[in-house]
Nanobody, 120 residues
Framework: QVQLVESGGGLVQAGGSLRLSCAASGSIASVNAMAWYRQAPGKQRELVATITIGGSTNYADSVKGRFTISRDSAKNTVCLQMNSLQPEDTAVYYC??????????????WGQGTQVTVSS
């Protein structure tokens, strides 16, 4: 019905950059807030960045100044530009989106995750 698919993860050296993308598809009437989460080994999932339908953004303190979240509402996509990556950024990154169905109901969806590994 609705799927979120992340892409862009990979292996990068410390100080490098990656850009993650997430595309929503299916029976979508509207995409509201979108966000990126991450889960590092041995840790709980944490919120990385959010962006509202109006374009307002928020970031975790750990990524401020390094990561930038953006969205393309026409394409139902959200991106996360990650610069100055550090080993502590290593995690599985998950896309999250608040989506209204054609039926009128709103639901929260998760992508399958994409691995980001930053080497020292």
């Amino acid at each position: 019905q609705v799927q979120l698919v992340e892409s862009g993860g990979g292996l990068v050296q410390a100080g490098g950059s990656l850009r993650l993308s997430c595309a929503a598809s299916g029976s979508i009437a509207s995409v509201n807030a979108m966000a990126w989460y991450r889960q590092a080994p041995g840790k709980q999932r944490e919120l990385v960045a959010t962006i509202t339908i109006g374009g307002s953004t928020n970031y975790a303190d750990s990524v401020k100044g390094r990561f930038t979240i953006s969205r393309d509402s026409a394409k139902n996509t959200v991106c996360l530009q990650m610069n100055s990556l550090q080993p502590e950024d290593t995690a599985v990154y998950y896309c999250n989106s608040h989506i209204s169905h054609l039926s009128g109901s709103w639901k929260n969806y998760w992508g399958q995750g994409t691995q980001v590994t930053v080497s020292s």
